[in-house]
């Protein structure tokens, strides 16, 4: 149990040292959040009412989601005290707030429509993942998403020798088992999961999840067609039927 206490307050105090690496990160331009926003917004579902960021930081995509969600509730939680108390001061007001904590099925009764870990499940402990499935499984709501940005194990590998002072108390590696593991044990389906170029070619992946009980009527049903793709379906049957008549045609001259 001590050994416990002390990995978390020293996990709490390297966060608290780098409060100022994120507010640098608000202030200037950094292109890894930056192509995880472009992922957030495409694939967040459509209006959500509840969100969640977990492992916010100084609270600046929580930030960005309350002005792009202007009618819902947003939510940080972090580990870091200095981090919460800076988002507070900076952000918070009566649809956005911020709270010191970890993510177990305890920390919430609510269910949220979007669920985002910005560059923070790799920095869960293996021993701990359980606990945050337990949680996510409990608190998305049907039809709700996850959206993760995670270094690649490649990414981490080349750190760990080339930039090892950029390396954090747990970076484990999230591999594609990884997240197939995160799927089941929340209920999800992976209906993303993407590698981007940030700094490097091949350097993060975004993946989002999500959550349907009721996966048939969800997916299996007529597709919209356009007029334009009716069009481009006659053509592509025209074409087939060229093609299959000279076909039976050679079939016929070679076996005859």
Same mark, same amino acid.
Request: hydrophobic share 40%; aromatic share 10%; net charge neutral.
């Given at each position: 149990?001590?050994?416990?206490?002390?990995?978390?307050?020293? +996990?709490?105090?390297?966060?608290?040292?780098?409060?100022?690496?994120?507010?640098?990160?608000?202030?200037?331009?950094?292109?890894?959040?930056?192509?995880?926003?472009?992922?957030?917004?495409?694939?967040?579902?459509?209006?959500?009412?509840?969100?969640?960021e977990v492992g916010c930081g100084m609270g600046? +995509?929580?930030?960005?989601?309350?002005?792009?969600?202007?009618?819902?509730?947003?939510?940080?939680?972090?580990?870091?005290?200095?981090?919460?108390?800076?988002?507070?001061?900076?952000?918070?007001?009566?649809?956005?707030?911020?709270?010191?904590?970890?993510?177990?099925?305890?920390?919430?009764?609510?269910?949220?429509?979007?669920?985002?870990?910005?560059?923070?499940?790799?920095?869960?402990?293996?021993?701990?993942?359980?606990?945050?499935?337990?949680?996510?499984?409990?608190?998305?709501?049907?039809?709700?998403?996850?959206?993760?940005?995670?270094?690649?194990?490649?990414?981490?590998?080349?750190?760990? +020798?080339?930039?090892?002072?950029?390396?954090?108390?747990?970076?484990?590696?999230?591999?594609?088992?990884?997240?197939?593991?995160?799927?089941?044990?929340?209920?999800?389906?992976?209906?993303?999961?993407?590698?981007?170029?940030?700094?490097?070619?091949?350097?993060?992946?975004?993946?989002?999840?999500?959550?349907?009980?009721?996966?048939?009527?969800?997916?299996?049903?007529?597709?919209?067609?356009?007029?334009?793709?009716?069009?481009?379906?006659?053509?592509?049957?025209?074409?087939?039927?060229?093609?299959?008549?000279?076909?039976?045609?050679?079939?016929?001259?070679?076996?005859?």
């Amino acid at each position: 149990m001590q050994e416990e206490l002390n990995n978390k307050e020293k +996990i709490v105090s390297y966060y608290d040292d780098h409060v100022k690496n994120k507010l640098n990160d608000y202030i200037k331009f950094n292109p890894r959040i930056e192509y995880a926003w472009k992922t957030i917004i495409k694939y967040a579902p459509k209006n959500p009412i509840r969100i969640l960021e977990v492992g916010c930081g100084m609270g600046s +995509i929580s930030e960005r989601m309350h002005t792009f969600w202007p009618n819902a509730i947003v939510t940080g939680i972090d580990i870091s005290t200095q981090s919460i108390q800076l988002a507070e001061k900076l952000f918070a007001d009566d649809k956005l707030n911020f709270k010191e904590s970890i993510l177990t099925a305890d920390t919430f009764d609510e269910e949220f429509d979007l669920i985002v870990f910005m560059d923070v499940y790799e920095h869960i402990a293996v021993e701990d993942r359980d606990d945050v499935h337990a949680a996510l499984l409990k608190i998305l709501r049907n039809k709700g998403r996850i959206v993760l940005s995670v270094p690649t194990p490649h990414n981490l590998k080349w750190s760990l +020798i080339n930039k090892p002072e950029t390396m954090q108390p747990v970076d484990e590696h999230i591999s594609f088992d990884v997240i197939a593991q995160l799927a089941r044990k929340t209920g999800t389906e992976v209906i993303l999961y993407a590698v981007k170029d940030v700094w490097n070619v091949g350097d993060y992946t975004h993946i989002v999840l999500e959550k349907n009980d009721d996966f048939e009527a969800a997916f299996f049903h007529n597709k919209p067609v356009t007029l334009i793709e009716r069009g481009f379906r006659a053509l592509g049957k025209a074409k087939a039927l060229t093609g299959s008549f000279f076909r039976r045609n050679y079939v016929r001259r070679k076996l005859s």
